[in-house]
Nanobody, 123 residues
Framework: QVQLVESGGGLVQAGGSLRLSCAASGRRFNSYVMGWFRQAPGQDRAFLAAINWSGINSYYADSVKGRFTISRDNAKSTVYLQMNNLKPEDTAVYYC????????????????WGQGTQVTVSS
């Protein structure tokens, strides 16, 4: 497994931007598919985006497509989530996750999780 630590959350006004980072430690970071999820109060954790090992292929939930961009820097063992045009409904705890081989939007298939970072969007 890989250890994950998210950062970059905070309070932002509607229409603003944030970039989340997820630093990984452990071996073989570039073998993992990396994903971002979020969980709003009273709701299940939801898939947002995933990126393959090379960074060439990425996948998005419809709710964030066009506003959020996932990327990775394997040399730094870090995955990012650039979030633009944020809305109050984007308020949630954001988690990064890793799985070994194969894209998935199912949280059950991800093996490693970070502790989460809070994003709050004010109206």
């Amino acid at each position: 497994q890989v250890q994950l630590v998210e950062s970059g959350g905070g309070l932002v006004q509607a229409g603003g931007s944030l970039r989340l980072s997820c630093a990984a430690s452990g071996r073989r970071f570039n073998s993992y598919v990396m994903g971002w999820f979020r969980q709003a109060p009273g709701q299940d954790r939801a898939f947002l985006a995933a990126i393959n090992w090379s960074g060439i292929n990425s996948y998005y939930a419809d709710s964030v497509k066009g506003r959020f961009t996932i990327s990775r820097d394997n040399a730094k063992s870090t995955v990012y989530l650039q979030m633009n045009n944020l809305k109050p409904e984007d308020t949630a705890v954001y988690y990064c996750a890793a799985k070994f081989i194969g894209y998935s939007d199912s949280e059950q298939l991800y093996d490693s999780w970070g502790q989460g970072t809070q994003v709050t969007v004010s109206s």
